[in-house]
């Protein structure tokens, strides 16, 4: 599949480079949504949904000073579980965010100042 896509970009992008631009852009602004595995589910049932702007979907484990746990491109906070029983063994608040278009947050189509703007 990969191979297709860039033969595709490849061929496109000699015959016409601003469409090639442009459907690339688009393409890359979808992230895909894998599957969210049974460990990821558990840690979500062990915390607490925190309320945020535009329906983001965040999670909240502990008490104390917060945490920001941020995820890649195409990934979740629940991802980041592994630093959760540290961080609140430690005195945190750790909270893992779903960035836009990303694990339980809405929408289909986010571009890296988007999600860079959902952070602040």
Excluded: K, N
Excluded at 87 to 116: C, I, K, Q
């Amino acid at each position: 599949m990969l191979a297709s896509i860039r033969l595709f970009f490849a061929v496109l992008g000699r015959l016409s480079p601003a469409l090639a631009g442009r459907l690339a852009a688009r393409l890359f602004a979808r992230p895909r949504r894998h599957p969210r595995p049974d460990r990821e589910r558990e840690l979500i049932a062990r915390g607490t949904r925190v309320s945020l702007p535009d329906g983001l979907h965040a999670t909240a484990w502990g008490a104390g000073p917060s945490v920001l746990l941020i995820h890649g491109w195409e990934g979740r906070g629940a991802q980041l579980g592994a630093l959760v029983d540290p961080l609140v063994t430690a005195g945190y608040r750790a909270v893992a965010l779903d960035g836009p278009a990303h694990g339980d947050s809405p929408g289909r189509t986010t571009t890296g100042p988007e999600f860079a703007r959902a952070l602040v």
